[in-house]
Each structure stands twice: as structure tokens, then as C-alpha cells.
């Protein structure tokens, strides 16, 4: 494909490409034993309704194997560089096993005998029909949970690399046969090619220790070279810790205030015409972990943008102000008054005019159109999702970059008014720790915050980078940074506690091409314009329905996998299968104390809500004339549609709920989705009841403050992005007032 992109985001494969995973031929010939089970060769099978596309394309497809080169190698890169310790250890023993003859057969049972010798065959010289049935049965084992877990991560690897891999040519041939094009329709030809925040931008990824220090200091930055202490000196006024939502509004706010502000963002920056729109290399450059990031117990996968301008940067642009039952809430029951105050509505107000937010959509993609129409044939209530784009703004893709720049995310507002009153923002560079001290001045505090300590993520920078300000803020998000307080030596009860994700569960629905109702494929159009509310009876908001962004491999690793020619047969409908996803704001909680080391717990509330909202986006399919639906339960819960009556519905709605993870005794179970975090750092009126205060300064530290979603009280229930920039405007102002109040 002849994009013009990053080359970081380009994904072209190298012909000499080297794997340095360090798994065993042994191990990696089990590895594409299982690839070849989840993705098998078959025999071209009738393509009935998929005349359109070519049939050379359907045959490849039918003929591709996840056992092909590069696929198991990549898996087992994926292995050793995104799991924790515990799970490449988990996957490893695993593998080992199924290379050994008494390993298969304590793991695969009577499936690996033979009547021939040498009667017990290891995994790989299984017959295809045989692994199958030892994967189907592991998938629905509830005894051994931990060897479950391991071949469906192995599974989620797998085909993932599959469909967003590309060739030397930047291709991936199966995009032909499951009918996706890569590229959207939007107009680019007017998209910007100057770099807005270059004026004030150092990519440490094209620095080395001896161009560093010049570039900084053309910058305007006072910077000294401490040898002695291995370190680059850096002083300003105030240095932030992340660049999204939280971030890019503080950097902006106290830049405008006039004070010195360095951001330091260990992502790297991309603009419009460096998207390439391809899942492979932007989930590894604009995601934290690589897009690969579940909790602890598998339960849950987690989404969260690791690149300038955040989560902003890969949102899906809806835009909704902070519900007033939340601000009464929080200003009430958690004795906050910020967020009763009118400096908040206020605030509301400037962020939604600053990152250009409309309230109409002029053509809606198929996803919505099916929300939409499914909503109108139950007479149910459908919202317009206001977004921070134009209303003509017609991109699927938003998830991996806005291409066109339309969307208007920190990186291409708040950002550029920092950069534009002297901010300086440090890529490619990651914040190792607070620099505290004690303090002795009489505060109830403790400690006072100096800087922070940070490194470049470039090897060829070998110098840390000393940071030395008057107030620290750390908006790295919801889940780092607790971990960077916690390392730091900070020991409140509340950092790491209280987190919420807002817990999400799909329902899908097949719409063949020859509805003709329905305009588009799934990943065209704007990702949520429109939205439905499942309500109780007293009002109370249970769930929120919304449609998501979907490309292939995000696509192929939640379907439940029953079978290789199920799944094929799944892949072919890819494109006209419309899904629904049911939001909840979650009343249980989890924790991150240590990076990358999530956990979560639904309560019953939770779950109950989520199976309300389940049953709701599966009647809105079936009214919008789905002729097939179904959920993600790993047993592929499903409905033909064609003929049955009201009862029969209603028999099958009866076995929807809310089904445990994978790591639970059951037998059937879901995987949970997340793209929003917080409250792991929240704000309260005292240290028993919050780890910051309600200027969001920490209070054990004097001069380090929090301005990220951690500081949220509880779940917001809807989309975050206005409530966080809302709530860093007002946290900013006031630590602007304070740096003034101290100079003056």
C-alpha cells in the first residue's frame, strides 16, 4: 500500500526480519502447532452472499494457517515483551509440555494415543482434528483455569498478528476476503503538514548524549550537565508528567499563566500525516503495553493511548459534560465543593469551545444507523453523541489517529497554546520518580515535592534528566500514576485503591449485504454519534449503549473461537457485523500499584446492570433486523433470527448475563473490555478520605499535584473526556494562583 506515514507506523515487514523472543524450537513448534489450530487451512467452503469479492482472495484466505512464518514468532515476541513474569512462565511451561510426549498426555488425555507407535504422540504430531478437540475442551475446562488462561492468550496472539500483520508491500492479503480497506474515504489533501507543536517539541528517540543538552537549551530551557551525579539538570517553573487530557490542559493553563512548563511524555509525537490507520504498528506506538494490557485475572482488557496528546490522541471523540447528578454527588456527598461550584460549569464551557465540540453528525456510519434504527422500531430514546470534530467528520479509524485532523485532541489544542507561550514538551521519555524531601516548615505535609527524576527511553542518552520546579504534576493517568507515587515513597491508603473502568460488554448483530437499509461497513463512519440509556424504573441510569471502533484483529481476538471453520466462516461476515457495546459506571473497584499490575472486582449492582444493558443492545439488533445476534460468551452464544417468535426471544434473552472471567470455575465465561480509568489517586477533604486534595495537591507531598482522572471521586458513567479536561482547567487555575501567591 503506498501510504505516506511515520515509519514507526508503516508495519512493513523486512524480508531479513529477526526474532529475539529466546523460546526453543521445541517450544515454538508447539507454538504453531496451536497458531494452526486457531487459524487452520481448510477447504474452500460455499461463500454464499460474498460474490463481490474475489475469489482468488476467499481462497487464500481458506488456505492461510496461523502456522505460517512470521506469525508463531511474532506471538512469542509478544509473549516475552508484553506478560507479566508469572504469565510468559505460565505460556513457556505450557509449550514445554505439549513438545513432550508425557507432557501432551497429561494436558490432552486420551487425544494424543495411538494405535501405532509410539503410541503417545506430543502435540505437534496431533492430527489437526484431534488438537481442535483438546482446545475446545481446554476452553470450557473449570478446573485448571491457569492452562485455560494460557491458550487463550495464546489464541488472542495469535490472531491478532494474523490480520494486522502486513507483508514487504505493506499487505495483508485476508483485508480482501473479510472485505476491509484499511484507508478511509475522508479527505487529506488539506490536512496540515507543518508539526503545530514543533516549536516547542525535543524527540528524545532523535537526540544522543551529545546533541541533548543544545537542543533543550534552544528551548529556552536552563539545562547543566551533572557528571558527577549522571544527570542533566533541568530547572522550570512547573514540570507535568503526561500529555493527554489532564495534561495538555494543565501545560496550557499555567503556560498561559506564564510560567516556565516542561511536559515530559515517554511517548512519541505524531501528527495527521503520520497515521497510517494500520491496528499492528499503532496499537505498538500510540497504546500503552502495545494495546496489550489485561488485568491480572485475564477478566479484562484495557485501552489506553501512550502517546502526545494521550488518550485524546485515540479517543473516540464523544463529548459528554459531566452529568449534573455526579456533580451533586461529588460536591454533596463527598464534601467537594469545586465540583457544585460555577468556576466548573464554567470550565465546561471553555473546554468544550476550545476543542471545537458539535452536537450534529451529518451522515451516520452503520454501526449507528443500526443503533439508531433498532432504537426508533422499539420507540426508545436515541441521543446525538456531541464530538470534538466537524459535523461532516466520517472516520471509523479515529482509534489509530485522526488522518484528516479533524479531531481535535490535546496534541492539537491545548498542546499548541502551551508551545505557544513557552512550554517545552520531552518525548520519548519515561518518569522514574518524584524528588522528595522533608519538610519543616510547619505544613501538615511532610514532604515536599523538588522535580522529578526521569529517563530517555533512547538508549544513546544514557544521563538521566533531573527536573527542578516549583510544583510537580503528575498526569500520566489513572493507571501510572499511582505506581510513580508509590515508588516514589508516597504511602497514602487511597494511592493505587478505588479504581473504576467502567466495565464494558458487546452484543453483535449480521446484517448481509443485501440489506441494503443499512449504508457502509463497520469501520466507516464516525465511531459513536449516537447513544441509547438503559434507565430502571425510578430514572436511574443502568447502562449506556454505544457502538465501538472495530478493526480486524480487535475484532478476531474478542470473537469467541468455537472452531477454525466457524471462525473463518465469522471473518467473512467481518465487515456487515454491526456490534453494541453496554457501559456501565461501576460501583465495585480494583486497584495499580505496581505498573502494569491491574486488578478489578464487579460488584452484584455491576453485574446486574451490565446484563440489563446486554439484553437491551441485543433487542435494539433484533429490531433493527440483525438476521443473526449473538454476545461474546466463550460457548458463541447466538440466535438465528429468521422465523422465531416473540418467546423464543425471550428464551434466549433469559440465558444472557454477565458471565465470569476466564480465570473462574465456570464454564462459560466473557472477557470485559475498557478504554476508560479512573479515581485511583481521588480526591477527598482529609487523608482518610483521598490521596490529593480538592486543589489536587497530594497531602503527604507539598508542591506535587495529581490533574488526571485519578482524582475522580468515584465512576463518571459516561464518556470521560470533558469531566477530565474540565476538572485540570479548574486544578491548573488554582495551582497557577498558588505559584502567583508564592512569587508575589
Not at 529466546?22 to 496451536?34: D, I, P, Q, R, T
Not at 505437534?124 to 475442551?137: C, G, I, N, W, Y
Not at 495538555?248 to 516556565?260: F, R, T, Y
Not at 470473537?559 to 457485523?577: A, E
Request: some cysteine; charged content about 20%.
Amino acid at each position: 500500500m503506498g501510504r505516506n506515514c511515520h515509519p514507526l507506523l508503516s508495519g512493513r515487514r523486512s524480508k531479513a526480519e529477526k526474532h529475539n523472543h529466546g523460546l526453543s524450537s521445541a517450544e515454538l513448534l508447539s507454538l504453531a502447532s496451536l497458531c494452526e489450530v486457531f487459524l487452520p487451512t481448510l477447504p474452500s467452503v460455499s461463500s454464499e452472499g460474498k460474490e463481490d469479492r474475489p475469489s482468488q482472495a476467499l481462497e487464500s484466505f481458506y488456505k492461510a494457517s496461523g502456522a505460517q512464518a512470521p506469525v508463531p514468532d511474532k506471538v512469542a515476541e509478544i509473549v516475552v515483551k508484553r506478560l507479566l513474569t508469572e504469565g510468559v512462565i505460565l505460556i513457556r511451561v505450557v509449550l514445554l509440555m505439549l513438545s513432550t510426549k508425557l507432557g501432551t498426555l497429561m494436558l490432552c488425555g486420551s487425544l494424543c494415543l495411538s494405535e501405532k507407535w509410539p503410541y503417545i504422540n506430543n502435540f505437534s504430531s496431533m492430527s489437526l482434528e484431534k488438537r481442535e478437540k483438546v482446545l475446545q475442551k481446554w476452553f470450557k475446562n473449570w478446573i485448571f483455569t491457569p492452562v485455560r488462561i494460557a491458550f487463550f492468550i495464546l489464541k488472542i496472539f495469535c490472531l491478532f498478528v494474523f490480520f494486522s500483520q502486513l507483508d514487504e508491500n505493506g499487505k495483508n492479503p485476508a483485508w480482501e476476503a473479510i472485505d476491509y480497506h484499511a484507508e478511509n474515504d475522508e479527505d487529506v489533501s488539506e490536512v496540515q503538514q507543518e508539526r503545530p507543536l514543533e516549536k516547542g517539541i525535543v524527540e528524545t528517540m532523535y537526540e544522543t548524549g551529545s546533541t541533548i543538552v543544545q537542543s533543550l537549551t534552544q528551548k529556552g530551557l536552563q539545562v547543566t550537565k551533572d557528571s558527577k551525579q549522571n544527570v542533566y539538570k533541568i530547572k522550570c517553573d512547573v514540570v507535568i508528567v503526561g500529555s493527554g487530557c489532564g495534561g495538555g490542559v494543565a501545560a496550557a493553563v499555567l503556560a498561559s499563566a506564564g510560567q516556565k512548563v516542561v511536559v515530559i511524555e515517554k511517548g512519541n509525537y505524531f501528527t495527521p500525516k503520520d497515521y497510517s490507520l494500520l491496528e499492528g504498528p499503532s496499537f505498538e506506538q500510540l497504546y500503552e503495553s502495545g494495546g496489550i494490557l489485561p488485568t491480572t485475572d485475564a477478566s479484562m482488557t484495557i485501552l489506553a493511548g501512550s502517546t502526545v496528546g494521550g488518550g485524546s490522541a485515540v479517543n473516540w471523540s464523544a463529548c459528554i459534560k459531566t452529568p449534573k447528578s455526579l456533580l451533586q454527588e461529588w460536591a454533596g456527598q463527598y464534601k467537594l465543593p469545586l465540583f457544585g461550584s460555577p468556576d466548573y460549569l464554567s470550565a465546561m464551557d471553555i473546554v468544550w469551545e476550545r476543542i471545537g465540540v458539535t452536537e450534529n453528525c451529518v451522515q451516520e456510519g452503520f454501526q449507528n444507523q443500526v443503533l439508531r434504527k433498532g432504537c426508533k422500531n422499539l420507540g426508545l430514546d436515541v441521543e446525538r453523541i456531541p464530538r470534538n470534530s466537524s459535523e461532516n467528520h466520517y472516520c471509523g479509524s479515529c482509534g489509530h489517529g485522526c488522518k484528516s485532523g479533524d479531531k481535535k485532541g490535546t496534541d492539537s489544542t491545548w498542546l499548541v497554546d502551551a508551545v505557544n507561550h513557552g512550554a517545552v514538551i520531552l518525548t520519548g521519555c519515561k518518569a522514574e520518580r518524584f524528588i522528595l524531601e522533608k519538610s519543616d516548615n510547619g505544613s501538615t505535609r511532610t514532604m515536599k515535592c523538588l522535580g522529578v527524576i526521569a529517563k530517555a527511553l533512547n538508549n544513546d542518552i544514557r544521563m538521566k534528566f533531573q527536573i527542578e520546579t516549583k510544583a510537580t504534576i503528575s498526569a500520566c493517568g489513572a493507571l501510572l500514576t499511582p505506581p510513580l507515587m508509590i515508588s516514589s515513597g508516597l504511602k497514602n491508603q487511597h494511592i493505587g485503591k478505588n479504581l473504576h473502568l467502567h466495565p464494558v460488554l458487546m452484543a453483535w448483530g449480521y446484517f448481509p449485504d443485501s440489506n441494503l437499509e443499512f449504508k457502509g461497513k463497520n469501520y466507516e463512519g464516525g465511531i459513536i454519534t449516537s447513544a441509547h440509556k438503559v434507565v430502571s424504573g425510578d430514572s436511574e441510569v443502568r447502562a449506556l449503549i454505544e457502538t465501538p471502533e472495530f478493526s480486524p484483529a480487535k475484532f478476531s481476538v474478542l470473537w469467541p473461537w468455537l472452531s477454525g471453520i466457524d471462525f473463518k466462516q465469522t471473518m467473512l461476515k467481518y465487515s456487515r457485523t454491526a456490534h453494541l457495546i453496554t457501559i456501565i459506571r461501576d460501583r465495585g473497584s480494583g486497584e495499580v500499584k505496581v505498573e502494569g499490575r491491574i486488578s478489578h472486582k464487579l460488584d452484584q449492582l455491576d453485574k446486574e446492570n451490565l446484563k440489563a444493558g446486554l439484553r437491551q443492545a441485543l433487542r435494539i439488533l433484533l429490531a433493527a433486523g440483525a438476521v443473526e445476534v449473538g454476545t461474546h460468551r466463550s460457548d458463541g452464544q447466538r440466535l438465528k433470527c429468521e422465523g422465531i417468535t416473540e418467546k423464543e426471544v425471550e428464551q434466549f434473552l433469559d440465558t444472557v448475563y454477565a458471565a465470569e472471567g476466564p480465570k473462574s470455575s465456570v464454564e462459560n465465561w466473557m472477557v470485559y473490555g475498557t478504554a476508560h480509568q479512573m479515581g485511583s489517586c481521588r480526591m477527598g477533604v482529609n487523608d482518610k478520605e483521598g490521596a490529593v486534595d480538592e486543589n489536587g495537591q497530594s497531602w503527604e507531598a507539598e508542591g506535587l499535584y495529581v490533574c488526571d482522572a485519578s482524582v475522580f471521586p468515584s465512576a463518571v458513567g459516561v464518556n470521560p473526556m470533558i469531566t477530565i479536561q474540565s476538572t485540570a482547567y479548574c486544578l491548573s487555575k488554582r495551582i497557577a494562583e498558588s505559584l502567583r501567591e508564592q512569587s508575589s
